[in-house]
């Protein structure tokens, strides 16, 4: 599944603060407490109300697609704490979007034509080719 990029930022995110620091992070789903003011530093938003509504979006988006469940909105700080879990589906495509080999394998997935990377990758195999046999 491919997301917009402010959705994958945030998944990404959210699974990266679930797994800090645990080895078996997997086999357990657990609340995380997401600090807005954090999640806009690290992500290097601008900060104001606009970026605190898009990551509210952001966040009833990937509610409806069952990836989070927001439990409560905890006034801490000056943009507020969520408690945030992820689904199975969740960790499983945060996973994907952290390595980046994986997020090339999702993006030519959701592209339809195939065809045209098969062809993009064919011309590039040959020009690497010729550029091995100059030197």
């Not at 994986?102 to 011309?123: R, S």
Request: hydrophobic share 45%; proline share 1%; glycine share 8%.
């Amino acid at each position: 599944m491919w997301l917009p990029k402010l959705d994958r930022d945030l998944l990404t995110y959210y699974y990266k603060k679930a797994c800090s620091g645990r080895r078996w992070a997997f086999l357990h789903l657990r609340q995380i407490e997401v600090d807005l003011d954090e999640v806009i530093k690290e992500l290097g938003y601008l900060q104001g109300a606009g970026t605190l509504l898009k990551i509210d979006e952001v966040n009833v988006d990937l509610e409806e697609r069952k990836l989070i469940k927001v439990y409560k909105k905890v006034s801490e700080g000056k943009y507020g704490v969520r408690l945030v879990q992820l689904s199975i589906e969740g960790k499983d495509l945060g996973r994907k979007y952290s390595s980046k080999l994986d997020t090339i394998g999702l993006w030519c997935a959701a592209k339809e034509h195939q065809w045209l990377w098969y062809l993009i990758t064919f011309v590039a195999g040959f020009l690497a080719n010729w550029l091995i046999g100059m030197f």
